[in-house]
């Protein structure tokens, strides 16, 4: 059992370039999140999907895009890189339930470091 | 969703029970207490929740006011792999679960 895990770990683009960084989770989750965190900040939600084939904006989603075509999956897309961007992206997912607080139990995956020049 | 305030940074020596606060003073009727950490570079790990009693489990323990404005989360017997940034969040259950993460406590352990 993997857990969360994000795919890649790092990686340099310049400006202007495009790349999708993957999520995966083998845990049957429903809910999947993307956050990023920027230096000496906490985490801000980019985007989340509360099921296969559904998204949703979070507190920063402009720059990004999302797709979950498979539950497992959860896919963050940077269309046209800015310097902005520049940040750790962490992908978590949680249970859906009605009643406790199984949403708010979020298991993080390792983080993506990316750097744009 | 309530904000939460929290002290910036805190130690506390290896051994000792290390006692985080969070205010939450606009806290809803409805709003659970989270706890999460983050140790260096790595992805947040949840610790425990709570909507009004006290909990605990077997990383911590979560003590909540009868007015539900402020929380203590306790590590009984902090090591130094207990050092990370701790965070507060309240949010409303069923809600998508969208958390939204302050600044947090950094948490360092001596010693």
């Known amino acids: 059992n993997a857990g969360v895990t994000q795919t890649p770990k790092f990686r340099v683009l310049k400006t202007g370039q495009s790349m999708t960084l993957l999520c995966a989770q083998d845990?049957?989750?429903?809910?999947m999140y993307w956050y990023r965190q920027d230096p000496g900040m906490g985490l801000r939600l980019i985007h989340y999907s509360v099921g296969e084939g559904t998204t949703a904006k979070g507190e920063v989603p402009d720059g990004y895009n999302v797709s979950r075509l498979k539950k497992q999956n959860f896919l963050l897309g940077l269309e046209s890189a800015a310097p902005s961007q520049t940040s750790v992206y962490f992908c978590?997912?949680?249970?859906?339930?009605?009643?406790?607080?199984?949403?708010?139990?979020?298991?993080f995956g390792p983080g993506t470091r990316l750097l744009v020049l | 969703d309530a904000k939460t305030t929290q002290p910036t940074s805190m130690d506390c020596a290896e051994g000792r029970a290390a006692n985080l606060p969070c205010n939450h003073s606009t806290i809803s009727g409805n709003e659970y207490v989270y706890w999460y950490r983050q140790i260096h570079s790595q992805g947040p790990q949840y610790i425990i929740h709570?909507?009004?009693n006290n909990e605990t489990n077997e990383m911590a323990s979560l003590i909540i006011t009868e007015d539900r404005k402020s929380s203590t989360l306790i590590l009984p017997h902090a090591t130094l792999r207990d050092t990370a940034v701790y965070y507060c969040?309240?949010?409303?259950?069923?809600?998508?679960?969208?958390?939204?993460f302050g600044q947090g406590t950094e948490l360092s352990v001596k010693p």
């Open positions: 969040i309240v949010s409303i259950y069923n809600q998508g679960g969208k958390l939204i």
């Open positions: 709570g909507l009004k």
């Open positions: 978590a997912s949680s249970l859906y339930g009605t009643s406790g607080a199984l949403q708010e139990t979020q298991y």
């Open positions: 845990m049957n989750h429903e809910y």
